[in-house]
């Protein structure tokens, strides 16, 4: 039978068809992915809709929560170990697309190269461009076989987060760009012959030519390590909560960690983007010197790092418990605290960016007491009406004593919040 069904999902060759989700093949961890997120959301609609409940805890509103958030949770470990493993399938593919990338710009080169030689002729700068674009092309190539499991030669801009890292990605494309036009003069600079031509390219490479290019890459690769120990010391400040994506994505670079656009990292790109497009210009009209990127320019770009920057120390903010009362259910006498009773805590940041999955979402827990309590999930068609980022709803224990109890909220970045103290009664 195990036979049998290791084998559904292949051709009379063995191959892998696209129903297949046995887990042993980058399609099939993705389909198997894919398919078990839509197996929890109809699931979830189902329990949101009060249908597949069992009869033995049907009649109970406490026990059939409890019941429906524990069935939940399992299923949502069960989906976020599929997005683990699709993730992982995922990087260990992107290598070989990033070498087929990288190649194909260098293919691009040659052909652009060529169309624009016919009448002009073939020059040694047109040898200089195509030979340093293969020396970039093999060391990338040669980096995306050493790293292939973590993404190729996108590793070292993949954050501690497991996204895609603006700052890091910035710095990287200036680096690159910078080294391609210094191995470009170089190779002009080996195959002059003329004692002033070469006199020519060395001055080329002066500092007052290159001023602005070379100060844009300081500030980006300064920056980017900057960002990387503001982040690091926040996080352990509890002043920044940080949860691990499955996998990095393009979207990174221009949202935050929930996937909204982010303002200040859509400027940074923006700005950065149209800076090296001018000094690519700049490099292919005069392939003789650096680009001399202008000072207007070069200050635009230090401005929008500096935003950048700015918004990283801005950004975040420690969970806080603004109050707990008693949670009424209409018709409900009102009343104090009694062991038992569900608890509503109200304040903000209880739900970290990133972590609106249920799997996430099931990791909260609130600290009555001595007694922690995992917060129900309770779902509403299209998502969850407990937990939210403002409001938290859990009961209270009945190992709870009665008298001063302090509650504290712990996020599923592991951050707890301050501590409230409310008066529980017999």
Known sequence: MAVQEARQGTDADGIHEGGCTCGGCPHG??????????????????????????????????????????????????????????????????????????WGAVLALLLGEALTAIGA???????????????????????????????????????EDNRMSTSRTVAACWVLFLGYAILLLAGRLAAASDHAERDALISGLGLARGAGAVTVLAVVCGIAVLVRRVVGLRVVAQRLQ?????????????????????????????????????????????????????????????????????????????????????????????????????????????????????????????????????VPLVPVTGGFRNPTDTVLTVPVPVEVEPGAVEVQVITAAGVATNRCIVQVTD
């Open 29 to 102: 961890v993705r389909e198997g992915h894919r398919r078990a997120v839509a197996a929890f959301l109809r699931l979830r609609d189902e329990f949101a809709a009060g249908q597949g409940l069992p009869p033995a805890v049907a009649h109970s509103a406490s026990a059939s929560r409890q019941w429906v958030s524990e069935e939940l949770t399992q299923r949502a470990e069960a989906v976020a170990e599929r997005g683990r493993a699709e993730g992982e399938a995922w990087l260990g593919r992107l290598w070989l697309r990033t070498v087929c990338a990288v």
């Open 121 to 159: 002729g073939w020059t040694t700068a047109r040898t200089a461009a195509l030979a340093a674009a293969l020396v970039v092309a093999c060391a990338l190539s040669a980096a995306s076989l050493l790293h292939r499991a973590r993404g190729g030669p996108l590793a070292p801009v993949i954050g």
């Open 242 to 374: 940080k949860v691990p994506a499955h996998r990095p994505r393009a979207a990174d670079l221009l949202t935050d960690d929930s996937g909204r656009g982010a303002f200040t990292d859509i400027q940074y790109v923006a700005v950065s983007a149209v800076a090296l497009l001018f000094a690519a210009v700049r490099l292919t009209r005069r392939p003789d010197q650096l680009p001399d990127l202008p000072w207007g320019l070069a200050v635009v770009v230090l401005i929008s790092a500096l935003t950048y920057l700015a918004g990283k120390y801005a950004e975040g903010g420690r969970p806080v418990v603004l109050s707990v009362v008693r949670a009424r259910e209409p018709g409900d006498l009102d009343g104090p605290i009694r062991t038992g009773d569900d608890i509503e805590i109200r304040g903000a940041g209880f739900v970290p960016p990133g972590a609106q999955s249920a799997d996430r979402l099931s990791r909260m827990v609130v600290r009555v007491g001595a007694v922690d309590v995992h």
